[in-house]
């Protein structure tokens, strides 16, 4: 009788040892596959988060005062050159999103009425302007401190564009697309009250309001002056403080904030422009934001360590339930073993026919596997890549948070049901050497 027709009868006689054999086949190949998806999954998503997070760096500087017989004074305004910036962005190289750069000035407005501080006078109603590259990557807007109700942010083509107070539209009844005329100012102070250093005013610009914003977490002891109130915050082009001879060409006196694409290089990059020596590191320093992404990955690693684990596990009480259960299904058999090898059958054709019996019970586990798996894994992928992580990313949007992670790779299934078809065919071997290595005299005395 031919080989292939031997395995036919055993598979269809036999029908619920081969069914026992499949479900063990089924548990090993879902676990495996489950575990090499999470593992992979959770790979993936740390690159997609890495790409859609990013990271960021800022250079802050604080300003450093001196005591000499008694008094205080300052050491001057810490600032940045245009010089160094660039020297910056070829360290970041490729790895740039974008960056910002800030610079702070003081204006006031004709028939502009700002909100009352400490000390308010008609010498002293004036507010801040924090000039930008784009108002939506200051640290106001970025942390959610305010938020644009009307109109939109600053951007770097923006000239004389101003975004203002909600308070402020209110209090002078303003609205995005009014147009304003402000001019130069400088606060200090003079016998207690604050007053405007620049008298007399030189410089002129004619503003557009292009968006309003409301403060959200933003706190006045009431101590501040009108100058340093929020609601008297005026974020604005670059341009602006240039008209108003506030701001210096290639001169940043404000904080500087890089964003890049790869979390994981954030330390490198930070490392290599801490060395640059263009910046005076001894009134500024460099705070760094990966945007939660070390706690994300963190969860991750937990993640794959766990499944790793479990995979290991899974493998190892696998081969040894398949070689228990492979010794007695080949023990089960020895008159037929005897019978085969006195007809002539050679023990290679007989282990070759256990072989391939095993190897198709296996087929027909793995592909049950893969068919079960497919819906499962929508919805295993819902609970661990988001529900486990969705107080840590929620204030994060993913242009990824509905992509199914655990999708099978085709090539990565063939590979593991080529590795599985290995060790089945390895199992069966080992587990038919005992009886296979008896002569077929000795066989037929044990069946006696």
């Known amino acids: 009788m031919h080989i292939g027709k031997r395995v036919f009868l055993y598979l269809t006689r036999k029908k619920g040892k081969n069914l026992i054999l499949c479900g063990i086949f089924f548990l090993i190949s879902f ?70 750069t800030e610079h702070h000035g003081f204006a006031k407005g004709q028939n502009l009425s700002f909100i009352a501080g400490m000390g308010h006078s008609e010498d002293s109603n004036m507010g801040e302007v924090i000039a930008v590259r784009d108002s939506s990557l200051t640290k106001t807007f970025f942390n959610e401190e305010c938020r644009l109700i009307e109109g939109s942010h600053i951007k770097l083509e923006d000239k004389n564009k101003i975004l203002i107070s909600k308070e402020l539209a209110r209090k002078n009844q303003l609205s995005v697309g009014d147009t304003l005329q402000l001019t130069h100012a400088e606060l200090g102070s003079e016998n207690g009250d604050y007053i405007d250093l620049i008298k007399e005013k030189t410089a002129f610009a004619t503003v557009e309001i292009k968006g309003i914003f409301e403060i959200k977490n933003m706190t006045d002891s009431g101590l501040n002056p009108t100058a340093k109130k929020a609601e008297n915050m005026i974020f604005s082009d670059r341009q602006l403080l240039f008209d108003l001879k506030e701001q210096k060409q290639d001169v940043y006196e404000g904080e500087l904030s890089f964003f890049i694409s790869d979390p994981l290089l954030l330390n490198e990059i930070t490392e290599k422009v801490e060395n640059l020596t263009s910046i005076d590191w001894n009134n500024h320093i460099v705070q760094k934001n990966d945007f939660k992404f070390s706690k994300i990955s963190a969860q991750l690693q937990t993640i794959q360590n766990i499944v790793t684990s479990l995979i290991v596990i899974v493998s190892v009480l696998g081969i040894v339930i398949l070689m228990l259960m492979m010794t007695l299904r080949i023990r089960g058999r020895i008159k037929e073993v005897g019978i085969l090898l006195s007809i002539g059958r050679s023990k290679k054709e007989i282990i070759g026919q256990f072989v391939i019996e095993a190897v198709l019970v296996l087929f027909m586990g793995f592909l049950l596997a893969v068919i079960i798996f497919i819906p499962v894994s929508t919805m295993l992928n819902t609970h661990l890549f988001a529900t486990v992580m969705q107080e840590t990313i929620k204030d994060i949007q993913l242009t990824t948070k509905n992509t199914n992670y655990l999708q099978l790779d085709f090539y990565k299934t063939i590979l593991l049901l080529g590795t599985e078809t290995g060790m089945t065919a390895l199992t069966v071997i080992v587990s038919s050497a005992m009886v296979l290595s008896l002569k077929p005299k000795e066989i037929l005395t044990k069946m006696s």
């Open 31 to 100: 676990s495996v596959l489950a575990g090499i998806s999470v593992f992979a999954g959770a790979s993936q998503i740390s690159k997609d988060l890495r790409s859609n997070i990013g990271a960021s760096f800022d250079i802050r500087p604080y300003e450093q005062f001196v005591t000499e017989n008694g008094q205080v004074s300052s050491n001057g305004t810490p600032v940045i050159y245009e010089s160094a910036i660039r020297q910056i962005l070829d360290v970041i190289g490729t790895k740039l999103k974008t960056y910002n």
